[in-house]
């Protein structure tokens, strides 16, 4: 089974600093891992993936195997970082699986 | 940029009632996807469809939902006979062919009310 838990609803930070959205996963097989990213009244839109290792906006995740995380970090979060996060898995099919979801807040 | 378009964005009907969401996906993409969000719940995945076929449905789309391509460019999801618990933000997203990135494309969401 595919499962992936974002154990935080809600997290809230002040402007400038760091942020850590946790994600755990559960698979038996090599997974993909995401993040999504949902702006106020906008759509679903990839923020980034463990494969290109890349950092989007200043967020960067790191895919730890044997803890099966794969938490999403910024050193200094600014306001307009104010949104919902999800992370994502794909086992072996196309489709992803989403955790939960976590509402970052940014206080100013 | 090309984008995926859904409609209608938001509809409302009475319990038994029929509904059809529709998606039009980004243009050169082959597989697409219905995932709805009951209000403060997770994305869950409904289903995906790849080559003129289902290839893979969850739990939740039971012989209530169907799915169709019936022309090169738009995607349904059909309710038959909605119930109160199919209230939700219903979204249609679509990938590239082969391995391609990964990304899934989604759409704003077409928001379904069942009274």
């Known amino acids: 089974a595919q499962r992936v838990t974002q154990p935080e609803k809600l997290l809230s930070v002040f402007k400038g600093a760091p942020v850590e959205l946790k994600c755990n996963y559960s698979?038996?097989?090599?997974?993909?891992l995401f993040w999504y990213v949902q702006y106020s009244r906008q759509r679903l839109q990839l923020l980034l993936r463990?494969?290109s290792r890349e950092s989007i906006k200043g967020f960067t995740a790191d895919l730890n195997k044997g803890e099966t995380s794969f938490h999403l970090k910024k050193p200094f979060a600014q306001e307009e970082d104010s949104a919902m996060y999800y992370c994502a898995l794909r086992g072996g099919a196309q489709k992803l699986v989403f955790g939960q979801g976590t509402r970052l807040t940014i206080n100013p | 940029e090309p984008e995926v378009t859904q409609t209608p964005s938001h509809q409302v009907t009475q319990m038994g009632q029929e509904v059809i969401l529709r998606c039009v996906p980004i243009s050169n993409h082959l597989y697409f996807y219905w995932y709805r969000q009951i209000l403060g719940q997770k994305v869950e995945f409904l289903v995906s469809?790849?080559?003129?076929?289902?290839?893979?449905k969850s739990e939740i789309f039971d012989d209530q939902f169907s799915v169709e391509r019936p022309d090169g460019s738009n995607f349904t999801l059909k309710i038959r006979s909605t119930k109160l618990e199919d209230s939700a933000m219903y979204f249609c997203?679509?990938?590239?062919?082969?391995?391609?990135?990964?990304?899934?494309?989604f759409g704003e969401g077409s928001r379904l009310t069942v009274l």
């Open positions: 469809f790849y080559n003129n076929e289902i290839s893979e």
């Open positions: 463990h494969i």
């Open positions: 997203a679509s990938s590239e062919p082969g391995q391609g990135t990964g990304e899934l494309f």
């Open positions: 698979y038996s097989g090599s997974p993909e």
